[in-house]
């Protein structure tokens, strides 16, 4: 996640200055204006959020990869059963949809809150934005860039 | 009704209910209602509040399942004649928050988030604009705090 870091700062001045001029529209009380802004915001949001989930997916992609090649490489067959039906070298990890690639390196049995089940959450929230479904008014991009550093905490290779 | 965060209430299901979006409109009308009434109990003497004109809430969610817009009031406290600092509801649907207002203090914009899940018992903070992961329990102390400024 070597540029998350970059892009939350970038979100966070750009958004600052929508706020600047949602504070002059309410001032101002132009309500069309506010309007316009807040829906700038919100796809700001949503541009930014997808950004940051790339390296997030990134991150369990790679780590995925290494589990894989680890367990692969591994004299024990009881550690390596399974495993020799992937290809860790392949761009796509083919024949791996992505829920069983975080189910290898989080664990998908932790419930509600954990580190997985957020995964999921955000999973289909890139979905929804990718598909414009997501109801959301905002996306606290703050907010979700530092749960995307717990759940990087608790990803095992 | 199950607690939960707005990322998972809006990410675990496809469709919401309209009753269900309601039952969330009418207790985020209730939370900000109690906040409104906190907030009046905190204002030292010669500090008072008074009901501002009421916004519109007609976010997404609402739209899609046919729930009509509604009106939430805003709240203005008054010093010395003069309108000192402004709450807005901002919206109910943010993915990190079970919903936002707005307060405006001497021409600087704070967000009020409520962290708790949902239909928990809210917990309130607050966060300068300019600096959004800053936050600090909302209470009588920081509203004295804002007061002051």
Redesign the interface.
Known sequence: MKSLQQIAALY?EI??SF?DE??KA??DADEPLRQRIEQKQLLSDQAYFVLCWGQLESEIDDACRATIRRRQSNSNWDMRRGFDFYDPDERRLSGLPFDRRVAIVLDRAAG??SPY??V???Y??RN?IAHGR???????V???V?DFYVIQGAIRR | MAARTVLEELTEEDALSPEYVGQRLDDWAARVEALYGEIERWLPAGWTARRGSAVTMHEELMQKSNVPARKLPTLEIVHDAKVQIQIRPYGLWIIGANGRLDLIAQGELFFLLDHAKTFERPSWQITPAKSPRSFKPFDEKQLRNLLRA
Do not use: F, H, M, Q
């Not at chain 1, 997501?134 to 606290?140: C, G, P, T, Y």
């Open positions: 966070e958004d600052k706020e949602r504070l309410i001032g509600s809150g089940a957020k999921i959450s955000y289909e929230t929804k997501l109801e959301a008014k905002r996306i606290d703050a907010g979700v530092a």
